[in-house]
């Protein structure tokens, strides 16, 4: 049993069916909780970054101007 950092309801949870990096939202609040220890069983607060979905997108921006610059190198070496 743990308590929720952010609004302090209890949260059953079960050392077992977790990994430690794992993140689970608590019921009451709804707030996003990383498991950052098992023994003894403790949580943040997660700060969601949307790193995933935001590099998704950087990504191709990324490529794009990448293949840009390559491409002007390669006129200028030859
Ligand atoms: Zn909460």
């Known amino acids: 049993m743990i308590q929720c950092p952010e609004c302090d309801a209890a949260i059953d949870l ?21 498991v950052v220890s098992l023994d ?14 935001d590099d998704e997108f950087l990504e191709d921006d990324d490529e794009e101007g990448e293949l840009e610059e390559e491409e002007d190198e390669d006129d200028d070496w030859r």
């Open 14 to 34: 079960d050392p077992d069916d977790v990994d430690e990096g794992d993140v689970i939202s608590c019921d009451e609040c709804g707030a996003e909780l990383q």
């Open 40 to 53: 003894p069983l403790e949580v943040e607060l997660y700060e969601d970054e949307d790193e995933e979905e």
